[in-house]
């Protein structure tokens, strides 16, 4: 069983950056792999950035390329999403999730275990 937090959501200008924490517990964190997934009210929950349970490999939609980072810290079970030249259309519903394996990390329905979420407006 693995319960999911996240935090560092807020309200940043366009251009601005932002860093998502995920804060894990149990004692398995280490063994799964991390997903960040966000959602517009009325929208499907859109994938952003995946990362392994060793760190490599990592996937990113194309949208935030160049621009996000996700990392993690299994001592710490901890997982993170840098945002950086954040643009008004990354404002959405952040969340983290956690799965056993990668071989569908862009869906959401592969993933066990959610955070409650946390929000990111991007003003213009």
């Known amino acids: 069983q693995v319960q999911l937090v996240e935090s560092g959501g807020g309200l940043v200008q366009a251009g601005g950056s932002l860093r998502l924490s995920c804060a894990a517990s149990?004692?398995?964190?280490?063994?799964?792999?991390v997903g960040w997934f966000r959602q517009v009210l009325g929208k499907e929950r859109e994938f952003v950035a995946a990362i392994s349970w060793s760190d490599d490999p990592t996937y990113y939609t194309v949208s935030v390329k160049g621009r996000f980072t996700i990392s993690r810290d299994n001592a710490k079970n901890m997982a993170y999403l840098q945002m950086n030249s954040l643009k008004p259309e990354d404002t959405a519903v952040y969340y983290c999730?956690?799965?056993?394996?990668?071989?569908?990390?862009?869906?959401?329905?592969?993933?066990?275990?959610w955070g409650q979420g946390t929000q990111v407006t991007v003003s213009s």
């Open positions: 999730a956690a799965t056993r394996g990668l071989s569908y990390y862009a869906t959401a329905s592969r993933y066990d275990y």
């Open positions: 149990g004692r398995t964190f280490s063994s799964y792999a």
